[in-house]
Nanobody, 123 residues
Framework: VQLQASGGGLVQAGGSLRLSCAAS????????MGWFRQAPGKEREFVAN????????YYADSVRGRFTISRDNAKKTVYLQMNNLKPEDTAVYYC?????????????????WGQGTLVTVSS
């Protein structure tokens, strides 16, 4: 499975960005797709996840109400719509795929990773 993340950039506080994660290779509808982020000097942290086959989603408390994860099964692409961005959202954002059967939130629970895309929010 290959994951290609894109859509990062520089935005002012209060602005919006939409990240995309295109999956290719031997993907499976049973995978759970997640977004993580890692700020300089900090550990990688969970942002949100979604299952290909359902509309069930799960969010970190820090982004709930501001970020929305969605998927387009036909395009094998997962999106992260980020609104009302804050400087503390600045990080490299990674998409990942997990074969876990319950909603995973730890990096170790994900089997495949994309290369990351940088989001910078200026104050």
């Amino acid at each position: 499975v290959q994951l290609q993340a894109s859509g990062g950039g520089l935005v002012q506080a209060g602005g919006s960005l939409r990240l995309s994660c295109a999956a290719s290779g031997r993907t499976s509808n049973s995978y759970i797709m997640g977004w993580f982020r890692q700020a300089p000097g900090k550990e990688r942290e969970f942002v949100a996840n979604i299952r290909w086959t359902t509309s069930n989603t799960y969010y970190a408390d820090s982004v709930r109400g501001r970020f929305t994860i969605s998927r387009d099964n036909a395009k094998k692409t997962v999106y992260l719509q980020m609104n009302n961005l804050k400087p503390e959202d600045t990080a490299v954002y990674y998409c990942a795929a997990s074969i876990a059967t319950i909603y995973p939130t730890r990096p170790a629970e994900y089997n495949y990773w994309g290369q990351g895309t940088l989001v910078t929010v200026s104050s």
